[in-house]
């Protein structure tokens, strides 16, 4: 079992900045890829980013524009997204998730076996 737990979210002014974390524990061994997905209001999940946490080769949804970063410290055990110019639109919930196998980022929010709880990031205008 892999348990992770999200934070760094909160609310900040759009152009603004934040750094989200994810730490994982639990069988970590295990994990081969980590991921960030969100979901906003009234809209389903979707893939933010993902890396290959042995590699450290990242992908990256389409709609980023450059402004999201995913990262880790594999000292210890945290994933990061930084999260550059924000906009109203990067309203959501974020979710960290975790697979023990590769998963093409689009299908993370229907078969990631591993989720945090989230941390809310709430961009105003």
């Known amino acids: 079992q892999v348990r992770l737990m999200e934070s760094g979210g909160g609310s900040v002014q759009a152009g603004g900045s934040l750094r989200l974390s994810c730490v994982a524990s639990g069988y970590t061994e295990s994990v081969r890829y980590m991921a960030w997905i969100r979901q906003a209001p009234g809209k389903e999940r979707e893939g933010v980013a993902v890396?290959?946490?042995?590699?450290?080769?990242?992908d990256y949804t389409n709609f980023l524009e450059g402004r999201f970063t995913i990262s880790q410290d594999s000292a210890k055990n945290t994933l990061y997204l930084q999260i550059d110019s924000l906009k109203p639109e990067d309203t959501a919930m974020y979710y960290c998730?975790?697979?023990?196998?590769?998963?093409?980022?689009?299908?993370?929010?229907?078969?990631?076996?591993?989720w945090g709880q989230g941390t809310q990031v709430t961009v105003s205008s």
């Open positions: 890396i290959n946490c042995r590699t450290g080769v990242t």
């Open positions: 998730a975790a697979n023990t196998r590769y998963l093409g980022l689009g299908l993370w929010p229907a078969r990631a076996p591993y």
